[in-house]
């Protein structure tokens, strides 16, 4: 659920207000949370939500979506790129508590088509030093 958004005037709408919700499988933002939860889980919430493509680029298959949690796990962030709306790309870290719990809030940064450039990593970076921050 979105509490707060700051839309800006740009070419493609992403169309979220305050109350805002998104299927957590292909969301950046979902998927961060989902990893943060015992793989059982976060399996199960997977499955009761019945996956289904909103775009050619969904990934729907459980398992594929479970590797998908693990690489989130693992890699501390998520990056999803066009599985949510085509031309939208969302990269998303958990916010950690000082004992290292994930609030139920992130750090997101969006653009229209991913690509590999020093703009992500710029993001990144920033995501982390917002994250780092916040679990003082």
Do not use: N
Not at 23 to 31: E, I, N
Not at 37 to 53: D, F, T, V, Y
Not at 57 to 84: K, Y
């Amino acid at each position: 659920v979105y509490i707060a958004r700051s839309a800006q005037r740009r070419i493609m709408s992403v169309g979220l207000s305050v109350g805002s919700r998104l299927p957590a499988f292909c969301s950046s933002m979902g998927r961060v949370l989902l990893a943060a939860l015992e793989p059982q889980g976060a399996q199960a919430l997977i499955l009761a939500s019945k996956p289904c493509a909103l775009t050619p680029h969904t990934v729907t298959d459980p398992a594929r979506l479970t590797e998908l949690l693990e690489e989130v796990r693992a890699q501390g962030w998520c990056l999803v790129d066009q599985e949510l709306e085509l031309g939208l790309a969302s990269l998303a870290m958990p916010l950690l508590s000082h004992r290292g719990a994930v609030v139920r809030s992130t750090c997101r940064c969006r653009c229209s088509a991913c690509r590999p450039t020093p703009w992500w990593s710029a993001s990144c970076r920033a995501c982390r030093r917002c994250r780092c921050s916040f679990s003082r």
